[in-house]
């Protein structure tokens, strides 16, 4: 790339895990409160920002446009253009690569890149006959009329909502559920239940390890806080991100019930991401803001690259989206010092350690002349991820970004990938470089 | 005619908009000559006759302040004060008289005077935003609404809000006037011209009564509904402390709201009120009011981002009033945690004064938690609201004034150190100045700016700016302990609380001290501020040699520390002293106690610690809760031995 684009820092909110009910924050609430503070920190004036970019998969239908309103109650003023960019599992990578665009078109100098999602208020619908229904009851002009289309009404229906989180969950091409596009890769590679659950029960430990060790509150190795406190109007504090759990034993994950494939398949809520609100945010910077604002960069993006692939193997973006990088930079797997592969399924991160260690798919899907070899476990996921934190969609690209920073600074390394899957048959990946 | 102070457009459908502009003032009142062109602008109307006539402000403040004051306070007798009633009477009776439809468009404040033009109007309109209130503040100033508010005011929104407008002075926002009838539709700006011109041509017809409501205006149920207020009125206030309520009341029962049909010496009439000492006192502390508000003009400093140190009661109670004023906050304590409650008390202070959702979530945004104490560079001024303990202190301002932006201001609020000592460690201490706020902040409106040696005249300048900014009152005060406040509540305290040492009840204490116009006793004031900073405020008050009363000092070290630990001298349930009966209370008891009150507050004024002896008054007042009807303690004094 001809312009190096840097970030100065950034922030994200603990991951709040649904529990079956709105959660206590709005999902502006939460870019907001991670915004502000980032910014506070920062030598960045939110005026100074040339544009706003939140990567949202699921706005709520009174913030749309949800950039453009958390960019307004930070505070960055009138001015500041911001906008929403949707990529699925990857808004907030999206956001981040949609502001290196617009860096290296020389549009902005200085961008506030983020994303979120609140899935715990992820709407419940009417079902399309309902839908019919009301419709029909309106157009009824008498009070006959009315009455007739009233006893029509099938409570059934009323109260069978369409549950829009598993709507959004579900491949609308290839009709596969997510988990159950990970239950083809646990098929494809011979996957089993135990490497699943044992694959997650080191996210739930890692993730475990890090908060123990304040690695994800506090300052270290010249970087600020990852997360940032937030609060809500009665004087609760969340401080912590609150899926992980220290009972998720490989033992304990073997009791749960296949969740997607019921009865006969692999794949459980336990050795899947967790369903949860959360923002991120990191600030993007040009090599002249840099210099302008005297800014004190932690990183930089060396490359980015997105790559599509079958919606039913989707798991797989990550081998497709970051094996041309490291091909691009003459790089191994293990030349890297650190990975962060988004946990959307625990088979899903199996699998694409799994397909660069094949020869045949490495051949025939990667066009490489033969396999890539193992990924050195010790670099991965080193903090745990979404199996243990949450996968609040839009936010987590922004995150395992945000993170792969924090690793390879506290590990004294120098560059990583952050690769992310993402529903629909996409793959997106970024090779950062501490500074 | 030419006016000076109204302006006439005549549209093509014949509806006259009038607009009132007082020359040469940012405000519009009714003065003489204001009244005096409506006047004759309304004789003129007569023929040709318009359609119709609106009335609106030619200013974007507000409509009508109401009444001048000024004018008021300058009047020497009796009879230039009801003159003053009778144009302002006579002109409302000649615009509701007017043969065509006559309209009110109301944006921004209309108070007193304006408000009654308004409701001699056939219809009010509302321009619904947040400036727009409606009040009938009169009460306040110890006079009643005399150019028809009482007559028309009950027949509008009928006598039982009618009443409790008039008699507390509270104002109503445009919704809130919409829903009790006081306006006939509360509209945006943008449709203002076209819903007061489609409701004059209209002419529908005049908004009525419930029936229930226009059956409590008639005379056989008057006294009905005045003694319920007379009843509820006592337990606010005594008559011959605050006579114009009362006043009030009487002239709507007997007299229909007509200020000159009451005989002379009755006291529903306004002759009586403005000859008593109440109305005289509290129109001059209205006045000085004004001043206090003008100590906030001397500097355009102007703050945006407010950092606060410190999330305790204190601290977090001025970091939400100040979001809530519209300033970035940052509030500043050692932890995450520590912090909880400050958002909490926030969130209920956005709820209670705020209530539009999207206002509680604006202030919200504006409070940002900030352990690392990020905001301390980027804020214009900077307030400690920590523990008092000079070291720790001396410490945070050496470490805040390295890392602040020059020119922001470094506060203190520091009740019981004296800024000197805070800042030696300052290389140059000149910015460091005293913003004192009392408790509970969003009730109190005095704040203190404390100057010490070293501070600089225009660092307290700015800090009496942002006093007002945040639309409290400040007051210049010397740097001594317990500057002017404190000071003179210490002893008064401490005689108070000795005086439960020697064996009298608190009840009896405090029903003496309310008896003579105090908000709240001084055994419960001091349960309320808590003992444990009672003891330690005297103790610094002292100089440390005065032995502290016995009972005090048993309670506090019992951890019984008053309202917040749910035992002091008395038990409190849910946030109320339970009280037993009081003893009998005599003059010379309610003498006895006030008696350190009014010595110390000479001696504030004989040592300089504030500017004048008026000054003292005020900051008394609205520091303390001091009788207001007295005029404040000195006022009282100066009453008391010098005969009229």
Redesign the interface.
Known sequence: MVKPIYIVDGARTPFLKSRNRPGPFAASDLA?AAG??LL??SRV?PADLDEVILGCAAPAVDEVNIGRVAAL???CGLKVPAWTVMRNCASGMQSIDSGIANIATGRSQLVLAGGVDALSRAPLQYSDRMVMWFSQFMAAKTPLGKARVFLKLSPAQLFTPVIAIMKGLTDPVVGLLMGQTAENLAWRFGITREQMDQYSARSHARVIRAQQNGWLTAPHDGL?AEIV?V???????Y?DDDGVRSDSTAENLAKLKPFFDRKYGNVTAGNSSQITDGSAWVVLASEAAVKRHDLKPVGRILDTQWAGLDPAQMGLGPVHASTPILKRHGLGLNDLDAWEINEAFAAQVLGCLAAWNDDAYCRDQLGLDGPLGELDMEKLNIDGGAIALGHPVGASGTRIVLHLLHALKRAGGRKGMASICIGGGLGGAMLIEAL | MTAKHWKLDTDRDNIVWLSVDKADSSTNTLSADVVAEFSAILDEMRSPKPRALIIRSGKRSGFVAGADIEEFTRISSTQEALAIVRRGWDVMNKLAAMPFPTLALISGYCMGGGLELALACRYRIAVDQPGTRFALPEVMLGILPGWGGVMRLPRVVGPSAALDMMLTGRSVDARRARLMGLVDASVPERIMENSARMMALEAPARHRLALLQSLTNTPLLRPLVASMARKQLAARARREHYPAPYAIVDLWQKYDGDPFAPPAGDPASMATLVEGETARNLIRIFRLQERMKSLGKESDFEARHVHVIGAGVMGSDIAAWCAMRGL?V?LQDQN??A?????????AL??RRLRDKRR???A???L?????G??VR?ADVIIEAIFENLEIKRALFAKLHAAAKPGAILATNTSSLKLADIGTALADPSRLVGIHFFNPVAQMQLVEIVSGANTDGQAAKDAAAFVRQIDKLPLHAKDSPGFLVNRVLGPYLDQALRLVDQGMAPETIDAAMTQFGMPMGPIELADTVGLDICMHAGQALAGGNAEPPKRLAHLVTAGSLGKKSGRGYYTWRDGKAQKGAAGAVTEELIQRLIAPYLKEAQAVVAEGIVADADLADAGLIFGTGFAPFTGGPLRYLSAKTAPR
């Open positions: 907001v502000r503070s506070l920190r004036a109650r930070i505070g600020a406190p609060y809500d109007t009665e004087g609760n504090l401080q | 970035t940052t995450a945690k912090l909880a409650p400050a958002m909490k008390r926030a969130g956005f709820k509680i979530r604006d919200s945004d504006r940002i938690p900030d352990v690392a990020d905001g980027r």
